[in-house]
């Protein structure tokens, strides 16, 4: 995940990361420990596109 690999270890890269993806530091260590489920879409979309990432949906017929 390119969020990991913008992160680095340290404290500080948590929370300017944090910082530059709109959220605060708790909700992105929910998503760093894969608690995806506690984001809206709207809410992920914007983190990915914080980070630089295209996000593209389809939807198919169930």
């Known amino acids: 995940m ?3 690999r913008f992160l680095g270890d340290s404290l500080t890269r948590l929370r300017e990361a944090a910082h530059h993806c709109g959220i605060t ?5 929910d998503m760093l420990r894969g608690r995806i ?3 809206s879409l709207d809410a ?9 990432q295209r ?4 939807l198919e017929a169930a």
């Open 25 to 29: 530091q708790p909700r992105l260590n």
């Open 44 to 52: 992920l979309v914007n983190i990915a596109a914080a980070i630089g």
């Open 55 to 58: 996000v593209h949906i389809e």
């Open 2 to 4: 390119k969020l990991i």
């Open 37 to 39: 489920s506690r984001f």
